[in-house]
């Protein structure tokens, strides 16, 4: 009787803790829909901004969202994903890979205005790259890059040994193996990973603020060396910068429902992603 009771109240705070945060993500969420969709136009979407922020759009701040975010994957993917086959598949396991791995780890809890500090100092001065699309894709690229890493390792971890031993006891070779054994059932899993880690990097203020962020540009940027707006700094200096600041609440919605928007439409491409691949390779 004891036991059952003690499970019948560990389920119940279990089920009312994921209530609650189902709920406060709910009205996160409404509260943005219900106060940005009025600012929502087409002339808001595809406009530049007037007034310091006050009026007109925010193209040149989705544009440049955009750029980050392609930059951000094109760099950090690759090398993410890399580093994890190296590490799960021919690295000897040992003192060095288990340092290695905390590293890693460790970089991943780090606050993300380090890594803007990091690539100012790196990319923005020593590089000379200037406050640039390539020196905040480039800052970017390292503060997801531990979470990447974490991730794809985890899902290389998860295929069966038994992929591995069958495909060499018939004679194929390491990378063979890992190319046809290993990684198409893993890529559900590294993709989704990664993904979401670079949506959440879509949504970072800190490390784009001293790398590439202005608070206006009309124009779009012609290479990556140009500076560009950004939507998360362009949210945050509506908030917090501007002197009528109820005057531009609208924009500041409209802003933030456009950025969740985009948030979200990268997580839902890296979960259609994962179905896709999981349909494709059973095991």
């Not at 950090?76 to 890399?82: F, K």
Request: proline share 5%; aromatic share 10%; net charge positive.
């Amino acid at each position: 009787m004891k036991k059952r009771y003690v499970d019948r109240l560990v389920r119940g705070a279990m089920r009312l803790a994921t209530y609650f945060v189902v709920a406060v993500i709910a009205y996160i969420l409404i509260d943005i829909i219900v106060n940005g969709l009025p600012a929502i136009s087409w002339q808001f979407l595809t406009g530049v901004p007037r007034r310091g922020g006050a009026q007109g759009g925010i193209f040149p701040a989705i544009v440049g969202t955009i750029y980050l975010v392609a930059g951000t994957i094109v760099v950090a993917l690759p090398i993410g994903m890399a580093t994890a086959v190296y590490l799960s598949e021919y690295a000897r396991q040992g003192r060095f890979t288990r340092t290695v791995r905390l590293a890693i780890i460790t970089l991943a809890g780090v606050p993300s205005i380090v890594f803007g500090l990091f690539g100012l100092g790196v990319f923005v001065l020593f590089f000379g790259f200037g406050a640039s699309i390539l020196a905040g894709s480039l800052t970017l690229a390292c503060m997801v890059l531990p979470i990447i890493v974490v991730a794809s390792e985890e899902a290389l971890r998860a295929i069966p040994q038994y992929l591995r031993e069958g495909s060499l006891a018939l004679g194929a070779g390491k990378w063979q193996t890992i190319q046809k054994n290993v990684l198409p059932y893993a890529i559900p899993g590294m993709i989704t990973g990664s993904v979401l880690s670079i949506g959440r990097a879509a949504g970072e203020t800190a490390p784009i603020l001293f790398t590439v962020a202005a608070f206006y540009l009309p124009n779009l940027p012609r290479s990556v060396f140009d500076q560009v707006m950004v939507l998360p700094y362009h949210l945050y200096v509506l908030a917090t910068q501007h002197p009528a600041a109820e005057q531009v609440r609208p924009m500041q919605y409209g802003t933030a429902l456009v950025l969740v928007t985009l948030v979200l439409s990268v997580n839902l491409g890296a979960i259609l992603l994962r179905i896709h691949f999981r349909r494709k390779y059973r095991w």
